[in-house]
C-alpha cells in the first residue's frame, strides 16, 4: 500500500525549532493507551490482512508507524496484492513530517512531507511539490482530529477534501466478537469510507466499497 526517507533528521531540540510559532492552535492528537493500535480487514467473512500502527514517543515528540498488508486470492491464486508502509512525525499539536509507500499489485505509490518555513511541504506520486495549509492532516485514520480539515493522501500526496457526514452512534463488532458503541462517520468527494471511533475517540473501525462492489471491514484488535 521503495525508499526510506529519514524523519526526525536531528535531536528533538532541532524539531522544537523547526516548527517554533508555527504550530496549529489545535489539541496534541490522542494516543491509543496501549501505543498500538491493530485491525484485521474481512471480505465476504474471510481476513484479508492486517493493519497495524505502532507509537513512540520522545519528550513531545510522537512518531506513528503503519504497516498494511493484504492479499486477496481466488482458487488459492492470489490476484490482489497490497502493501503500504508510512511514518508519521509530530511535535506537539504540530505535524512535523511524513513518508508513505504503498504497492497495488506492483504500481508503486509514495508522499514526501516536511514541515518547512512556508509550511507543509509535500510532494507525491501523483502530485507535485505544493504547500498545504497548516491543519492538513494525512489518510491514516487514527487521528480523529483528520475528519476537521484537508487530508493528504498517504498513497499518492494528493490533497483530499471529503465531505464529511456525522451519523448516528452505531454498535459495531471488533475481532474479539464483542460489540462497541462508536460514532459513525462517512466520508464521500474525494473518496469514500466510513469510519467509526469510540468514546475515547480511538479509531475503532472503517468500512469500504473494494473494486469489485464487496466490502471490506476493519475489525479492532
Not at 454498535?171 to 469510519?195: P, Q
Amino acid at each position: 500500500m521503495i525508499t526510506k526517507r529519514q524523519l526526525l533528521g536531528g535531536a528533538t531540540g532541532a524539531i522544537s525549532a523547526a516548527i517554533a510559532d508555527r504550530s496549529p492552535a489545535k489539541a496534541a492528537p490522542r494516543v491509543p493507551p496501549a501505543d498500538t493500535l491493530g485491525f484485521r480487514m474481512m471480505r465476504h467473512g474471510d481476513e484479508i490482512g492486517t493493519h497495524k500502527l505502532t507509537f513512540e514517543r520522545s519528550g513531545d515528540v510522537l512518531t506513528v508507524r503503519i504497516a498494511v498488508d493484504a492479499v486477496v486470492t481466488f482458487a488459492s491464486i492470489p490476484i490482489v496484492r497490497y502493501r503500504h508502509r508510512a511514518v508519521e512525525t509530530w511535535q506537539g499539536t504540530a505535524l512535523f513530517g511524513v513518508t508513505g509507500e504503498t504497492d497495488k499489485n506492483g504500481a508503486r505509490g509514495w508522499v514526501d512531507v516536511r514541515r518547512t518555513d512556508a509550511g507543509l511541504a509535500v510532494v507525491g506520486s501523483q502530485t507535485a511539490r505544493y504547500v498545504a495549509p497548516p491543519e492538513a492532516i494525512p489518510t491514516s485514520y487514527w487521528n480523529k482530529q483528520m475528519l476537521s480539515g484537508p487530508m493528504i493522501s498517504l498513497e499518492d500526496g494528493v490533497l483530499l477534501s471529503p465531505k464529511v457526514a456525522d451519523l448516528r452512534t452505531d454498535s459495531i463488532r471488533l475481532a474479539s466478537g464483542r460489540m462497541i458503541a462508536a460514532d459513525h462517520y462517512a466520508l464521500s468527494g474525494a473518496f469514500a469510507v466510513d469510519l467509526w471511533y469510540d468514546a475515547a475517540a480511538t479509531w475503532a473501525g472503517m468500512a469500504m466499497t473494494v473494486v469489485d462492489g464487496s466490502e471490506v471491514r476493519y475489525e479492532r484488535l
